[in-house]
């Protein structure tokens, strides 16, 4: 990925954009929701969502994700890659979430396939507050 389409929010986390709005706008919700608005013909109360590739690096290492961030400021992490195979993951997700707070978004949820990839990893980010999952509220309302 070229290394001018990145975020780079805090110091421990670098996101780098495949999608070209998002790349623009350095991931800042309010300024792709700008950039959505005047795609869409100026029509404010459009839905849409833009998908794409994202590599994150951190202090821990790196990988990548499929994510869908939505004009109401929530973001589905469609795909999950590991690139430390037998790693503690919990990190990628928790610098994920705190990076794209800092960047204006404010939900971050996994696409229902990727909790049947890893029940319990998810449960486990469901239970400490870093992603939210309809499912699991209904099962265990915390």
Not at 20 to 26: E, N, P, Q, V, Y
Request: glycine share 4%; aromatic share 16%; proline share 2%.
């Amino acid at each position: 990925m070229d290394k001018d389409n990145k975020s780079n929010n805090n110091d421990d986390v670098v996101l780098y954009f495949a999608d070209s709005i998002l790349s623009k706008c350095s991931g800042s919700f309010d300024d792709v929701n700008s950039a959505m608005i005047d795609h869409i013909h100026h029509y404010p109360d459009e839905l849409w969502m833009l998908e794409s590739y994202i590599e994150m690096k951190h202090r821990f290492g790196s990988c990548v994700f499929t994510l869908h961030f939505y004009n109401d400021k929530s973001v589905c992490i469609y795909d999950y890659r590991i690139r430390r195979p037998n790693a503690s993951n919990l990190a990628d997700v928790q610098f994920l979430k705190k990076a794209l707070s800092n960047l204006g978004w404010n939900k971050l949820y996994p696409y229902h396939s990727e909790v049947d990839k890893g029940l319990d990893f998810w449960k486990s980010l469901w239970e400490t507050g870093i992603v939210e999952y309809e499912k699991f509220e209904n099962m265990y309302s915390r």
